[in-house]
T-cell receptor, first 119, second 113 residues
């Protein structure tokens, strides 16, 4: 259980275009999902918290007009990188939060990530 | 105060040995401490997690030791195998994990055969 998928797994786009990344919880419902960005050999950097049916909460320094997040259902959140530029090239990873089977805490399960390359 | 400091940055262990990775935190509101394993090009996978009401949790070859007074926790991998070679991240959260995770810097573990 607790499987999270992402689509696409990799994408190449031209500078100035927009790219949409989907994050789905496959076997559970998630009212809260998170979007991260990871540079090579570095830790995960939280970009935003996505709550179903409401506006996302962005971390300081993350441009909300550039990284559009929509969480329209309990199993799907999307991240759209608008007017992408080469500096947006990165590994984007989503996670979904669910109450753990042990019944003692919320757990976050991560998707496999999406490699974005902007040329 | 929101930081989680992880060490070492990289670690090389012989097959069959014990791998130990350490993390320290400052925020006493943290009450959920997971460890994640990440292979190159993949998303992190939840390995094991602990709450502060216990000092140790074991799952198979993986053990978390937790020292509340020192605000430190560590991951021990017993009988380390080449397949354990990956990057490991510790993290912390408050609200029983409901709040955002604060990640350590990561440890690149290499198990030599």
């Amino acid at each position: 259980g607790a499987v999270v998928s992402q689509h696409p797994s990799w994408v190449i786009c031209k500078s100035g275009t927009s790219v949409k990344i989907e994050c789905r919880s496959l076997d559970f419902q998630a009212t809260t999902m998170f979007w991260y960005r990871q540079f090579p050999k570095q830790s995960l950097m939280l970009m935003a918290t996505s709550n179903e049916g409401s506006k996302a909460t962005y971390e300081q320094g993350v441009e909300k007009d550039k990284f559009l997040i929509n969480h329209a259902s309990l199993t799907l959140s999307t991240l759209t990188v608008t007017s992408a530029h080469p500096e947006d090239s990165s590994f984007y990873i989503c996670s979904a939060r669910v109450w753990g089977n042990a019944g003692s805490a919320y757990e976050q399960y991560f998707g496999p990530g999406t490699r974005l390359t902007v040329t | 105060q929101q930081q989680v400091k992880q060490s070492p940055q990289s670690l090389i262990v012989q097959k069959g040995g014990i791998s130990i990775i350490n993390c320290a935190y400052e925020n006493t509101a943290f009450d959920y401490f997971p460890w994640y394993q990440q292979f190159p090009g993949k998303g992190p996978a939840l390995l094991i997690a602990i709450r502060p009401d216990v000092s140790e949790k074991k799952e198979g070859r993986f053990t978390i030791s937790f020292n509340k007074s020192a605000k430190q926790f560590s991951l021990h991998i017993m009988d380390s195998q080449p397949g354990d070679s990956a990057t490991y991240f510790c993290a912390a959260s408050s609200g029983q994990g409901a709040q955002k995770l604060v990640f350590g810097q990561g440890t690149r573990l290499t198990i030599n055969p």
